[in-house]
């Protein structure tokens, strides 16, 4: 199992869960099982627990134990699944926005910049759209847009524009191809740094990631019952931005809505501060150096 992944924060993200041995909880992210395999652990026989996953790999590690349920669905379709399962409201909800360690080690899948593989990056493998279908059919101004909004790239434009001269000449079909087009543009000491960027706007469109992420925390927002515990772990700023402000304001905007008397109008309460990976956790495993974990309750 955790050659597959390994469960980043958690036991602090079990603890946030503040789970209750005969509720029902739900792990919207369950990749290589670890963190329902600990929640499970804190059940007893009343409890329940469901898994989500879009990646059909992810069912080799599929727990058997007869209070656990695996769904093969993407998280924004909570709500619909929950409702199937007569499990609303629940006392819980963990969700790990990462790519997992297998996603990003299988070569064929194509979200790593390491290895050469034709340009993929669908977490769900019989959606249509796929990173070559991006780089390759996209105009300039729609590749401009998505390397400065999801890559936060400040040469964007120059990016679409060599992505666009290099696919006149012939198609672009692997990850190494889009490198070699574009290491030009990218100064030799952060070359890492702006191709981990690059490859990261490229799988938020792919995977319509931010979307799919505000329509989860709405969802869950609903399905949790009074008191429930919502805890979300993120990777970068773009996540982390509509975690914190969805758990501060109710909004996505960071506008707290206010009700005749000025009362703050909003679904959840964060609970205690940003927790980040210890330096033993990140020294043993380093995809778990930019998490951050935020927590909120149901009003």
Same mark, same amino acid.
């Given at each position: 199992?955790?050659? $597959?992944?390994? &469960?980043?924060?958690?036991?602090? *993200?079990?603890?946030? /869960?503040?789970?209750? &041995?005969?509720?029902?909880?739900?792990?919207?992210?369950?990749?290589?099982?670890?963190? *329902?395999?600990?929640?499970?652990?804190?059940? =007893?026989?009343?409890?329940? /627990?469901?898994?989500?996953?879009?990646?059909?790999?992810? %069912?080799?590690?599929?727990?058997?134990?007869?209070?656990? =349920?695996? +769904?093969?669905?993407?998280?924004?379709?909570?709500?619909?699944?929950?409702?199937?399962?007569?499990?609303?409201?629940?006392?819980? +909800?963990?969700?790990?926005?990462?790519?997992?360690?297998?996603?990003?080690?299988?070569?064929?899948?194509? %979200?790593?910049?390491?290895?050469d593989?034709?340009?993929?990056?669908?977490?769900?493998?019989?959606? &249509? /759209?796929?990173a %070559?279908?991006? !780089?390759n059919?996209?105009? @300039? @101004?729609?590749?401009?847009a998505?390397? $400065?909004a $999801?890559?936060?790239?400040?040469? *964007?434009?120059?990016?679409?524009?060599?992505?666009?001269?290099g696919?006149?000449?012939?198609?672009?079909? *692997?990850?190494?191809?889009?490198?070699?087009?574009?290491? &030009?543009?990218?100064?030799r000491?952060?070359e890492?740094?702006?191709?981990?960027?690059?490859? #990261?706007?490229?799988? !938020?469109?792919?995977?319509? @990631?931010?979307?799919?992420?505000k329509?989860?925390?709405? #969802?869950?927002t609903?399905? /949790?019952?009074?008191?429930?515990?919502?805890?979300?772990?993120?990777?970068?700023?773009?996540?982390?931005?509509?975690?914190?402000? %969805?758990? #501060?304001?109710g909004?996505?905007?960071?506008?707290?809505?206010?009700?005749?008397?000025?009362?703050?109008?909003?679904?959840?309460?964060?609970?205690?501060?940003? !927790?980040?990976? #210890?330096?033993?956790?990140?020294?043993?495993?380093?995809?778990a150096?930019?998490?951050k974990?935020? +927590?909120?309750?149901?009003l």
């Amino acid at each position: 199992m955790t050659q $597959y992944h390994n &469960p980043v924060l958690l036991e602090a *993200s079990v603890e946030g /869960l503040n789970i209750i &041995p005969n509720g029902t909880y739900v792990d919207v992210t369950f990749g290589g099982g670890g963190h *329902s395999k600990a929640i499970l652990n804190c059940l =007893d026989v009343g409890g329940r /627990l469901l898994g989500f996953d879009q990646d059909i790999d992810a %069912f080799k590690n599929a727990l058997v134990d007869s209070r656990f =349920d695996l +769904i093969h669905s993407n998280f924004s379709n909570l709500s619909q699944y929950l409702k199937y399962h007569k499990v609303i409201p629940v006392e819980g +909800i963990l969700a790990d926005f990462g790519v997992s360690s297998h996603q990003f080690d299988t070569r064929e899948r194509g %979200f790593s910049t390491r290895l050469d593989a034709r340009l993929d990056m669908r977490m769900n493998q019989s959606q &249509p /759209l796929d990173a %070559f279908e991006v !780089i390759n059919k996209y105009s @300039e @101004e729609d590749l401009r847009a998505l390397f $400065y909004a $999801y890559g936060e790239l400040k040469n *964007s434009k120059a990016i679409a524009a060599k992505i666009i001269d290099g696919r006149e000449e012939r198609a672009i079909e *692997s990850s190494m191809d889009l490198i070699d087009l574009l290491r &030009p543009l990218v100064p030799r000491r952060i070359e890492n740094k702006i191709f981990a960027q690059i490859f #990261q706007a490229l799988r !938020i469109e792919v995977n319509d @990631e931010l979307e799919v992420l505000k329509s989860f925390l709405i #969802q869950a927002t609903t399905a /949790l019952a009074k008191g429930g515990r919502l805890v979300c772990i993120s990777y970068h700023s773009l996540e982390d931005r509509l975690v914190k402000r %969805f758990f #501060q304001t109710g909004s996505f905007e960071g506008d707290l809505k206010k009700d005749f008397y000025g009362n703050p109008v909003k679904p959840l309460a964060k609970i205690g501060k940003l !927790i980040v990976p #210890q330096k033993e956790e990140i020294k043993v495993n380093g995809r778990a150096r930019s998490a951050k974990l935020r +927590i909120a309750e149901k009003l």
